[in-house]
């Protein structure tokens, strides 16, 4: 199918980002990596819209660290979060999910402010941001704001950003020391969306545990980070099952992705307690 | 003079050897020609408004709204293209009892699947005709969708068309021997059903058609990405009423075929019709959305099987019920019963066995039509018989290579008949499965597996034994009253450079049949493959032929090339020796030289006799023919098909507790007969497998009950990626077949045919020890963690 757009714009800094959705009458679509927006156009799934370009914004990209916090630019790529040495440092799981999102050129164009404002279940971002406990910076042509995580995922590729707003950046602490986090998924081809994916952080308050294709959106496993706290890895697996209520597909049934997120948080597991299976 | 294939040091030894392909450069570079490239003056495109529900009756349909938009030339319905196009009806005379109702390029009462064409609209660019045709409004009046092919044959069933009184298209018995006697005294039967998930071929290029006429000449010019060009010029001439001399069929370069571009679709047919009512080059490029919902799909079977044995695992009969959907039509001209009609001729193919009984039952219903796709049946009929002697061998406990090796025929036994009543000219079972349990060290792997046993690994190895039919005569399609050739040609000419030019039937899909071509050719003649230029895919220029389908190229293509090689290079010889007043018999061609036989001396430059024939013809005696261009034909007469056969293996680990499975190394030898190019049989073999573990692992086209596609996209219709895909080593034998001199046969196939059947009793060997079994591909995770009982729901 050929793509149907109702225009282009690109964008020389935030504040024009930021006029351009003003004025676009709430057709304003943000174009940063492009690699799912530029998918569903060419299915005709998004049609109409008004692309407004941020992808040269490059106040927008980079990592940087102060004061005991990552600050990860909205526009950095996939491909330099998987190599960039202050994120492997400080927030390794997410170099680590990067090995999994798609291939090469996907990760080449893709950004991770994309990949979170998009919201896509599935995706391995939105739970590692959800694990990590991160926040979301938002302007908006009110000023800034700053979203935690657990309530910036809001349903379906639905976030709490408004229509107004552009997600410029998201900022997670830097991992403590001794702290581990680990990422387990199950896909059928390797950069297929997970089937079930899991992370794990573990800090010296507790565990986090945070899934992603099991769901509407990213889900905080309270209830099986309680019992993990505990000790009790039988019990947490009981409580995964129970608060989560997975989608069947023709990939998966919703029993199949029940059961392998209580087999990803005992791999998980096992890999905090460096045995390596 | 026959050439010596068994001396690598022949001259000109280029058949039997890995010589480059003359059209990679160019593919690689993207300088390639598809139909897509071309763009010819005044061209429209034309797209479809499609059908969105899988049965509906046609009411009124509005094209106001589409006519408006911007680019929009002229909006064609069914009833407009009815006037021009005759329907077509795809059965075959000897596939006695098939019916199907008249088809015709775009619905006219009712659309009977999800993707049907319903309305053409053509316009400046695709995007304007795409636009438009969101915009078609058409009242459909749903009528009931018929889905399940077990119950398509139940009273309470609707029938899809009533003037047929069933939904009954087609269905064999076959029966040899006393079945019922075998199973009830035999020492085990063994049952099992087996199911295999409806596919599509997923070419790199999609089906694309550009169709010009022109009134000023009544011809019609037809480029279009097929495996058939001669087919198709007899198609487009009987439905739009040309004369058949005036179409022209040109292929150039196709984006890979496996059989889905060897068929007849209506939207390519309407392409025509429309081209020739408007006057104007009509384009029509398939997308991956229409890909999937009209692309042919294949091999969506439900089997229940039993096997025989006796206590020293002796086969002692084979029973197969199976049942397949093929949509609301069969395809023309080629008919979707081949497919079912192949499981019955092919299950227990390798084996010397008595009782054989099989029954394939092919039902209509409102999905995508199904045909004729890479290895047709073949891995349907390999994974009943394959599954079922590993289930015997697991029964009486004893090793699949020995239950095997006890009963495939013995490699002296030929000729033979089999059950089904195949005819196998010379195959060799157990010369391959020796070569492959060697190849892969058989012991070494199991004992490796029983100690990754012991570590709490699941790993399993499958052996899956295979025939594959090839180089097929008449009486695959001919017989049955279709225009669809089995003969094949070769023109080949030497111009005066002393180049050679070879023009053939067969046709280039991207699988390496021009470099196969060259390199007989070139053996033939005596030169160089460099010097040697390939055409091929146009009916206006190539001799008549069938082009390329269940492997066919080389075995039918090759030898009418070589046999024409060989006739020019006697013309040039018998020239040369009236130049060089030599004895004609004691002279040679090699490398581009004539040579003296015996002593391999130079005599002179074939460009020199080039010169002399072609503008010093005064030179020569007045009488000598001077016939630089052959053309010889070759059809198979001894057998209906060559038969080949092989063995393929798997190893594999199944992780039991997530249900994925991780394929460690794949084995497969094959003897296609003569080897004409290592390489390109390697990967013929290789690509093949792969997509065989496709379908093993990944491929499944989903509907839901209303009939409903739901995986559309590459994204949900999972085809095998590099990244899964294990190390793969080929070996040969090769047992050339006598009916040519080239003796080859075909290679296409053999990999898919296989595959699957290998990779499915890997997966049962390595799941054993836990008492479970799988047998309804794909086996996703999750059909292997249901087979181990892990879910509940």
Known sequence: ?277 | MTIPFNNPDRPNSYIGKTVPRPNATKLVQGRGRYVDDIVLPRMLHVCFARSPVAHARIGEIDLSEAKAVKGVIRIFTGKDLAEVCTPWVAVLAHLKGLKSPPEYPLAVDRACWVGEPVVAVVATTRAAAEEAAALVAVDYEDLPAVTDTMTALDTDTPVIHPDLGDNLAFRRLHEEGDVDAALESAHKVVSARFRTARHTGVTLEPRSILVDWNPAEGQMTAYHATQAPHMMQTVFAEHLDIPESRVRVVCGDVGGSYGIKVHVYPDEVATAAIAKVMGRPIKFIADRLESYTTDIHARDHEIEAKIAVSEEGKILAIDVDDWTGIGPYSVYPRTSAIEGNQVVNLCGGPYDFANYRAQTTVVFQNKTPTCQYRAVGHPIAVAITEGLVDMAAGAIGMDPVEIRRRNMYADDAYPVTSPAKMRFEGLSHHASMDRLVEMMDYDALRADQEEARKQGKYRGIGIASFIELTNPSPFMYGIGGARISAQDGCTVRMDPDGSVVALSGVTEQGQGTEAMLSQVVAEGVGVDPGQVRIITGDTQVTPYGGGTWASRGAGIGGEAALQAARALRDSILEVAAAMLQADKGKLDIRAGQVVDADTGEDRMPLEELGRIVYFRGDTLPKDLPRELVQTRHFITMEYPFAFTNGVQASYLEVDVDTGVVTLLKHWCVEDCGRVINPQLVDEQIRGGIVQGLGGALYEEIHYDEDGQLLNGSMADYLVPMAAEMPDMQIGHVETPTGESELGAKGAGEAGTAGAPAAVMNAINDALRPLGAQVTEMPFTPERILRALGKLDD
């Open chain 1, 1 to 277: 199918m050929k793509a149907s757009a109702g225009g282009y714009a690109r964008a020389e800094n935030v504040r024009h980002a930021l006029d351009l959705l003003a004025a676009s009458g709430g057709q304003g679509r943000l174009l940063a990596g492009g690699q799912s927006l530029v998918a569903a156009m060419n299915m005709r799934l998004s049609a109409g819209d008004l692309l407004v370009d941020i992808s040269r914004l490059s106040e927008l990209s980079g990592v940087t660290e102060q004061g005991g916090t990552l600050h990860i630019g909205a526009l950095t790529r996939h491909v330099e979060i998987g190599s960039d040495p202050l994120v492997k440092t400080h927030a390794p799981v997410l170099a680590a999910a990067v090995a999994h999102i798609a291939h090469a050129a996907i990760r080449n164009r893709g950004t991770i402010g994309g990949a979170l404002a998009h919201a896509d279940p599935a995706a391995e971002f939105p739970a590692c941001a959800l694990a990590l406990g991160a926040e979301m910076h938002a302007e908006g042509p009110d000023g800034t704001r700053t979203i935690p995580a657990e309530d910036f995922f809001e349903e379906v590729f639905t976030t709490a950003l408004d229509e107004s707003e552009i997600l410029t950046a998201i900022s997670v602490p830097v991992a403590e020391d001794g702290e581990k986090q680990v990422l387990e998924e199950v896909a059928r081809r390797s950069g297929d969306y997970a089937l079930a994916g899991l992370c794990l952080v573990k800090r010296a308050a507790g565990h986090r545990i945070a899934l992603f294709s099991v769901g509407p959106k990213p889900i905080l496993a309270t209830g099986a980070m309680t019992a993990l706290d505990d000790g009790d890895l039988d019990g947490a697996v009981a409580a995964l099952a129970a608060e989560i209520d997975p989608p069947s597909d023709t990939q998966a049934s919703a029993a199949y992705r029940r059961h392998l997120a209580g087999v990803l948080l005992r791999r998980a597991v096992a890999r905090l307690k460096g045995d390596n299976q």
